[in-house]
């Protein structure tokens, strides 16, 4: 279960955009608050709605996988070599890859 607050005085943009790795200035940061402030406060609204009467649906046991069965149609290794040769930088079966993670806390 999700619990959805209004947004707390500590709640900071920049550091959302920090980690998603976007740019924001500080005119769209205002008006990603102003909109996530929004969309809160309508989700408020929706949560203080009278339904007595409705019973909640169980949409996820109810829905089908409509999407190809989940086999596999090649042995396993069948491409690897194939695979390997094309990447960029590889190393002992595994691809190589620049390191995105730090052990900062800045």
């Known amino acids: 279960m999700f ?3 209004p947004m707390s005085s500590d ?5 959302v ?9 500080d005119v769209q ?3 990603l608050t102003n909109s996530i402030e929004s969309v809160l406060g309508f989700i408020d609204q929706i949560k203080q709605a009278d339904v007595p009467d409705v019973e909640p649906k169980d949409f996820f046991r ?7 069965a989940d086999v ?3 042995a396993v290794g069948t491409y690897t070599d194939v695979i390997m040769r094309v990447a960029p ?3 002992d079966g595994y691809f190589k890859v620049k390191k995105m993670i730090s052990n900062s806390d800045n």
């Open 29 to 31: 940061a205002a008006e």
């Open 72 to 74: 596999n149609p090649d």
């Open 11 to 15: 709640f900071d943009i920049q550091k």
């Open 62 to 68: 109810l829905t089908k996988n409509r999407l190809r």
């Open 3 to 5: 619990i959805i607050t």
């Open 17 to 25: 955009a920090e980690l998603a790795r976007i740019k924001v200035d």
């Open 89 to 91: 930088n590889s190393k």
